[in-house]
């Protein structure tokens, strides 16, 4: 069956806003397996490669406090506190997938897909916000164009199907416009 990348993102964006609100929300019964297990049910049959969901979500959560300090200067008039929860677990996975993932995951695909879900789940400024951020970090991480064409011809072919598919589209051509030139400074 075919892995559908983009719908494990959002499924680890939700199970990653649930695990932080219950977990700020001092509940005793919250377990991490347990939110995931339950935000794929209505998607087996579609998603596919849940394998996906469980590492990133996982990883994502083991490096909340790492990712939190790089972001912070990224964003420095936004508080990480002060960031939407929405807006901050998008960012969260962005970043992880941009400077952990790049095997993977090519830099481009990472910004395009959290841009993606800041626009579907953040408010309306969302989009913009990520994109900018996600933008410093691909610069601070010390990306370089030639590394994004090599890492690109090594990526996960969903990634770049789905890539493919939200240039198509015209509000994904826009986002994907946008997170490339914001990327690799060619605006």
């Keep these: 069956m075919a892995s559908n990348r983009h719908l494990g993102r959002v499924i680890v964006l939700q199970s990653l806003y649930e695990y932080e609100c219950r977990t700020l929300a001092n509940d005793p019964e919250v377990e991490l397996d347990t939110i995931i297990a339950k935000n794929i049910e209505p998607y087996e049959g579609t998603l596919g490669d849940t394998e996906f969901v469980y590492e990133l979500t996982h990883k994502v959560v083991e490096n909340f406090k790492t990712l939190d300090d790089a972001l912070a200067p990224m964003a420095p008039e936004w508080p990480i506190s002060a960031i939407s929860a929405i807006d901050r677990n998008v960012l969260r996975m962005g970043l992880y997938e941009l400077s952990e993932c790049r095997d993977t995951v ?15 789940f953040g408010s309306e400024s969302s989009s913009r916000f990520v994109n900018g951020v996600l933008g410093t970090a691909f610069k601070k991480l010390g990306i370089t164009v030639e590394e994004e064409k090599d890492e690109s011809k090594r990526t996960d072919k969903k990634d770049a199907e789905e890539t493919s598919k939200a240039k198509r589209g015209t509000d994904g051509a826009k986002s994907a416009k946008s997170a490339g030139s914001s990327a690799d400074g060619t605006d």
């Design 106 to 120: 090519p830099p481009k695909v990472a910004i395009n897909e959290a841009v993606e879900l800041a626009k579907a």
